[in-house]
């Protein structure tokens, strides 16, 4: 059964941009453009049928359910994007999802930032799918994922678009326009994760990777128009703060997060924040996938919104997680030395990040930095260990 949510503020502000953009079009159309109206014609009914045989709307977007980490598969007119790839764990599902959805080739592939939990699935979908236009951030890692990834786009010889802010890309029926990051050289790589909003008509949807409170502030002191009406929450519902969420100002919101992950994401006072503002909210650890569509006036939800505004905690995951992937070896007296569990990082124990760095995610580590590299971890570019 179908929930259908209707929407209508902010209507007269679209239908004023959108009679802009009308005119400017027509001012600009040219003969040329008016000679191949029949071939487009039939292209159209083509794109029609594809259409509707693929989802209700001219835009159908799946937060699929990778566990702990970030994909989102989005069509128009039978064109796919995919926005992240989940984890390593997660890359074998998110192959054989978008070819159970019928997909060839992606139009766009977005690699928000170079993290696991968002890179891994995106080198298997690089493997599997030809890229038309793969999109990434500025910056480059030393780890081992980035070295796979760096490998097969060699391999296929593409070259990555760096977008800057305001940079808009058509998508079927839909566009999308990059919102950050305005600046890079973060510490915290999450900072330069590439971000979105992609309209349909009068729908918008954000889609920030995952961007925290630094990048935040950013964004809002550049004035970036952000508003959306579905947000994906940054950082798989870690932080957000109230000025951002009412920058966006969304009415439903979803988390991509993993049943009992070890970071206790979503954190408790960004679902109380979504509960006090009363914000619809999707969950992809309680639902699994989320599939929404949207026909460029409405936004349509396949579930109901779960509302469970319970933060998580930090989980049997985090055992199972620890076991497998802890480097920890020393105490803080006796380590070479400090690693950040979450963003992967090798620091010296003098290093100014080690101060301010969550408890939850310190390791004390003792031995060879290669042995580090090899699983993963990459050098603090400030204290350069
Ligand atoms: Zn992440
Ligand atoms: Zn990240």
Request: charged share 25%.
């Amino acid at each position: 059964m179908r929930q259908r949510f209707q929407r209508s503020k902010r209507y007269t502000k679209r239908f004023a941009a959108g009679f802009l953009l009308l005119l400017l079009c027509l001012a600009g159309c040219s003969t040329k453009d008016m000679s191949s109206i029949t071939a487009q014609a039939s292209e159209q009914e083509v794109r029609k049928q594809v259409e509707q045989e693929q989802g209700s709307g001219d835009l159908n977007l799946h937060y699929l359910d990778v566990g702990q980490g970030n994909a989102v598969l989005a069509e128009s007119q039978g064109r796919y994007m995919l926005i992240d790839g989940g984890a390593r764990k997660a890359s074998s599902f998110v192959v054989s999802y978008l070819e159970k959805q019928g997909v060839k080739e992606l139009d766009y592939l977005l690699i928000s930032h170079f993290d696991e939990d968002h890179l891994a699935g995106a080198i298997g979908a690089l493997h599997k799918f030809p890229v038309k236009q793969l999109i990434t951030p500025d910056y480059e890692t030393d780890s081992s994922i980035y070295q796979s990834y760096a490998e097969v786009v060699e391999e296929k010889q593409y070259q990555a678009v760096h977008p800057k802010v305001g940079d808009t890309f058509t998508f079927g029926t839909a566009t999308f326009r990059i919102i950050s990051p305005t600046v890079y050289g973060h510490e915290d790589e999450n900072q330069d994760s590439v971000g979105i909003v992609l309209q349909n008509g009068e729908n918008e949807f954000f889609i920030g990777g995952d961007i925290g409170l630094e990048s935040e502030k950013e964004i809002l002191n550049a004035g970036i128009d952000i508003q959306a009406d579905v947000m994906l929450m940054n950082h798989h519902g870690s932080h957000v703060s109230d000025d951002f969420l009412d920058a966006v100002n969304p009415d439903y919101a979803v988390i991509s997060c993993g049943a009992d992950n070890r970071y206790g994401h979503p954190r408790q006072d960004t679902v109380e924040l979504l509960e006090k503002v009363q914000i619809l909210l999707f969950r992809t650890d309680k639902q699994g996938t989320i599939d929404v569509s949207s026909d460029g006036k409405d936004i349509t939800f396949v579930q109901q919104p779960c509302n469970d505004y319970t933060p998580g905690t930090r989980g049997s995951d985090s055992q199972q997680e620890e076991a497998a992937g802890s480097m920890e070896n020393a105490g803080p007296e006796d380590c070479d030395y400090v690693l950040n569990a979450h963003t992967k990082k090798i620091h010296l124990p003098g290093c100014a990040s080690v101060k301010t760095m969550d408890e939850d995610n310190k390791e004390y580590y003792k031995g060879d930095k290669q042995a580090l590299l090899d699983n993963g971890y990459t050098a603090c570019g400030n204290c350069k260990p």
